[in-house]
């Protein structure tokens, strides 16, 4: 029986095959929604958009909550009383982050918006591994 | 097992784990990594502990709602401790800022985050070298990865750079940082939040929750920095390491190989890795159970010779 998810991350991978070695057919993004298909593993096969979207994806982007983007009134009262929706930018936030450097302005956060602006390509990881004479295995 | 038993074992759970005894610790291990009580939910019906059967779809809701773990927090909300921690170990040990040998190090460890058992974080793993010549090496929340000069010089292949990341990447895969947070303030943050779970807080809301961010950070950055984690911890980060380079190609060995160098070069009582970690040997008997008897890491030439080339002054 399928079974709906939603992508718990910012960003994550969507694989032709369940293993980190699977080529990436596409990305999907914070809150989307997908339906469960079968399952290897740790790996979940998915349906993105009736058929448009398939491959493998890491159970650790997914969650069984409906993830509500930007959340009304009425959901936050939903919420409330269901432990089956979470209210994306809830609890510790951007907001709570803020506070934190206005009380603390001597941490600086510089280095570490830096270090997230470094991306690395599945191209750069596969000429890495080639490079590096690696033979991988391949994930659970 | 029935709702009324399931309902005493899970009792009994809260008390045992008040206590510090029993099931708590068994529950914690069972349910630690990745993986969610709603994910271990959908793995299978029931397990069993001694003649007691555990229905897992029941009580994985049933857990969600008697206690708040930080298997709670979600993978957004474990982002925004990470960055705010990270910044923090920064405050002490700073950017070696290295773009060259910044890069070598996120392709390796994109690599190995990939093959480990928590691939997908909120906003992805990240790392950075530090300038200190202490050996030492943090991760905080949600996969950014920080260590120092020190810390690499110990490695005198990229089989053991490997292994030092990955060793790091365990500790965000088991959320080692999270479990340094006080029960009380889990507790305040989840549930808070689960009753005003706005997204732009009213003003009492961000005092009372910016009161719990504020302690939960330095619950971890202390824990990080100054006590350290268990040896059980250090344990898992270690296996962690061992299956995440062993998917990867890597010869588990560079592990044995970096903790070899690092008892040459720690100093007794000094404020580094010796204070925040196990003995080295302590571990290396731990690892040698896993991977048997040590054998000589030989990387090949041109593995050798970027390894040499990103990292070789360092």
Redesign the interface.
Same mark, same amino acid.
């Given at each position: 029986m399928q079974?709906m998810m939603s992508i718990?991350?910012?960003?994550?991978?969507v694989r032709s095959s369940p293993s980190?070695l699977g080529k990436i057919v596409t990305h999907l993004n914070?809150g989307d929604r997908v339906a469960v298909q079968n399952a290897k593993g740790?790996w979940y096969f998915i349906d993105g958009s009736k058929g448009k979207t398939e491959g493998w994806m890491? $159970?650790?982007?997914l $969650?069984? &909550?409906k993830i509500v983007l930007?959340?009304g009134a009425s959901d936050?009262k939903q919420?409330?009383s269901s432990?089956e929706i =979470?209210?994306? %930018? &809830? %609890?510790?936030? &951007?907001?709570? @982050?803020n *506070?934190?450097k206005s009380?603390n302005p001597?941490? *600086?956060?510089m280095?570490?918006n830096k270090? @997230?602006k !470094?991306t !690395?390509s599945q191209n750069? !990881?596969q000429s890495? !591994?080639k @490079? %590096?004479?690696?033979?991988? =295995?391949? %994930?659970? | 097992m029935d709702r009324s038993s399931r309902r005493k074992f899970l009792s009994l759970a809260c008390r045992w784990s008040i206590l510090g005894l029993g099931a708590a610790p068994v529950l914690s291990s069972i349910f630690s990594g990745c993986k969610t009580l709603e994910m271990l939910a959908e793995s299978g019906p029931s397990f069993q502990i001694g003649d007691m059967v555990v229905d897992t779809k029941a009580m994985a809701k049933e857990t969600l709602v008697v206690t708040n773990s930080v298997e709670d927090f979600t993978p957004e909300q474990e982002y925004y401790i990470g960055r705010t921690v990270g910044a923090m170990i920064l405050q002490k040990y700073k950017p070696y800022d290295n773009p060259k040998a910044d890069r070598y190090i996120n392709v390796m460890g994109q690599m190995l985050a990939q093959a480990s058992d928590c691939p997908e974080t909120y906003g992805g793993y990240h790392f950075l070298i530090q300038e200190s010549d202490e050996i030492n090496a943090f991760a905080a929340p949600g996969g950014f990865i920080f260590m120092t000069r020190g810390m690499l010089r110990c490695c005198p292949q990229e089989d053991a750079v490997a292994a030092v990341l990955a060793h790091e990447i365990g500790h965000v895969q088991y959320k080692h940082g999270l479990r340094a947070i006080k029960q009380s303030r889990v507790t305040s943050a989840l549930t808070a939040l689960a009753i005003k779970g706005a997204k732009n807080h009213g003003d009492e809301d961000l005092a009372e929750l910016a009161k719990t961010f504020e302690g939960s950070i330095s619950d971890i950055t202390k824990t990080l920095i100054v006590n350290g984690y268990s040896r059980s911890f250090e344990n898992q980060a270690d296996l962690a390491a061992i299956s995440i380079l062993q998917r990867t190609g890597y010869n588990p060995n560079g592990l044995v190989t970096m903790l070899n160098q690092m008892k040459t070069r720690l100093k007794p009582g000094s404020q580094d890795f010796a204070a925040t970690h196990p003995s080295p040997d302590s571990r290396l008997a731990d690892i040698q159970q896993y991977i048997g008897k040590y054998s000589t890491v030989k990387s090949p030439q041109a593995r050798q010779a970027r390894f040499k080339a990103s990292l070789g002054k360092i």
């Open positions: 079974k718990q991350v910012k960003k994550s991978a980190f914070y740790s890491h $159970s650790s982007s $969650s069984l &909550k930007n959340p936050v919420a409330a432990d =979470t209210l994306a %930018g &809830k %609890g510790f936030n &951007k907001q709570v @982050e *506070d934190f009380k001597q941490v *600086d956060f280095w570490i270090m @997230e !470094i !690395i750069q !990881i890495f !591994i @490079e %590096g004479q690696l033979s991988p =295995t391949g %994930g659970k | -």
